[in-house]
């Protein structure tokens, strides 16, 4: 066994392509949403076209507002449905009324004979989220096509999409992220409890930081970038150059951070 700080590899990464809306409509507000959600419990909001933005709040209560914009589509296509469960949790939902969506705490799921999110060829209108979180209170945010900002947030995150960039910050913890098309920056003061965390990408670096030292089993995967980490690393056996298993500390729960094009870095606060 030995000693292993950074590895590096030839990298060829994958540069998203950023496409400018030009000539778009707006109508802010188009959802507002003001409620107490007790310490503990979650926000869960979900969306399929349009970027997630989280805050904090400067208040006791979650604080939501949607803006909706469009070139081509007819924003009253798009409702906005909130739910509130039995233990205070709130589940907002963006939901394109030509679809025969059905969006639940745990996901979207589509009847059989649903011929698609035809939003997305008929129906350009995106949902702009703007989220304030007070303190205690746990966040989800997932979009398909947008990028999600998570700042400020002080437990648990659950942050996804599938067409842009993860930014995750939670002075609590944990936080787990993914996407395909973008990169990952997850960072955390905390890790409560022994839930395997989980940061994934195809195309983008993958980062996640952490405060002082931990107790893990980390699995370090890319095929075009480099794996860099910031704490000694114990490996055994013959070295992977695309797959990278090593203990922190005395290990632990499973860290896992992986891409195919793009680096991966483990980092200490």
Known sequence: MRPIRHLILATALV??????????QNERDAFTLSERVPQGQWVRVRNLNGAMHVRASSGDKVEITAIKSWRRGDPKDVKIETTKSADGSVLVCAIWVNTKTVCTADRYSANSDDRGNRWNDHNDVSVDFEIRVPKGVKIGVWSVNGGVSVDG???EVRASTVNGSVDAVSSGGPVQASTVNGSIHATMGRLDGDEDLDFSTVNGTVV???AGDIDANIELSTVNGRFQTDWPV???GRIDPRHLRATLGKGGRRIRLTTVNGNVELRKR
């Open 234 to 236: 114990t490996i055994t």
């Open 15 to 24: 540069a998203p392509v950023a496409l400018a809306a030009q000539d778009r």
């Open 153 to 155: 947030a002080t437990s």
């Open 208 to 210: 996640a930081e952490f």
